[in-house]
């Protein structure tokens, strides 16, 4: 393997690492909006959440991303049970 061969392995490794920390990142960013929505909207455990288009308009995300937020254990932890 040539030394160039092995800067390029080398550097799609750490883009692969940084972007899992960027996406762990925004997902505590999430959950923390997530939680922070549901404090605002006082509501109880059981209630239902909006649908996730209109979740992710309300934390100013995609819809995508507050879907993988809400399946976060972090979230199940905090509230109890999955939403």
Known sequence: MTLG???VNLSNTLKRQIEDIERRRMSRLLIKRI???????NLSAGE?????H????????????AIDS???PGVRGRFGQPF
């Open 48 to 52: 239902r959440l909006p649908c996730e």
């Open 70 to 72: 809400l399946v976060n």
């Open 54 to 65: 209109a979740l992710g308009k309300q934390v100013k995300a995609s819809q995508a991303d």
């Open 35 to 41: 939680a922070r929505f549901i404090n605002e909207q």
């Open 5 to 7: 061969c092995c800067l």
